[in-house]
Structures are given as C-alpha cells and as structure tokens.
C-alpha cells in the first residue's frame, strides 16, 4: 500500500510518500480503534512515544515517595 501522509508537529505539517503493510496498518487500526490511515499511523507514533516516557518514568528512582511527598506533588500541579 503506499500511502501519503501528514506528520504534524506543533509548527508544521510534513507531506511525504511512504510505503506501508495493510495488514499492519489493518491490525493497528484494529486495535487503535482508528479508520484512517494517517490516523492510525500518528496514533501508533503517540503510543510510542508514550511508552517510552512510561519506560523512563519506570527507570527514575524515587527514594522518599511517601502518601505525604504524592500529596505535595499533586497540590503543585493543581495550583499550576
């Protein structure tokens, strides 16, 4: 399948040819819940780069987390 798509960033929007596997894209759609292709394909790019930052986030050390620290840190971002 080839496919044109659409990247969006925040400044821009990138048009570019590439060539895809329908039964990939297919059965990432499937389990994306996406119809179009373009969708699926920026879908697929957010859930890669979502779990690389749950795979950081796992790596990160967190020595004094408490009830009392998550509580502070919530209060923070509420506030923001």
Known sequence: MRCILWVMTSSSI???????????????AAVL???????????????????ASRERLAER????????????MRRGRMLA
């Not at 570019?16 to 990939?24: A, H, K, M, Q």
């Not at 050390?61 to 502070?72: E, Q, T």
């Open 14 to 28: 990138k048009r570019t040819n590439i060539n895809l596997d329908r039964n990939l894209v297919d059965a990432a």
């Open 33 to 51: 819940g996406t119809v179009q292709t373009t969708e699926t394909v920026h879908a697929a790019l957010r859930e890669v780069i979502a779990r």
């Open 61 to 72: 050390d967190f020595p004094n987390l408490s009830p009392a620290a998550l509580d502070a």
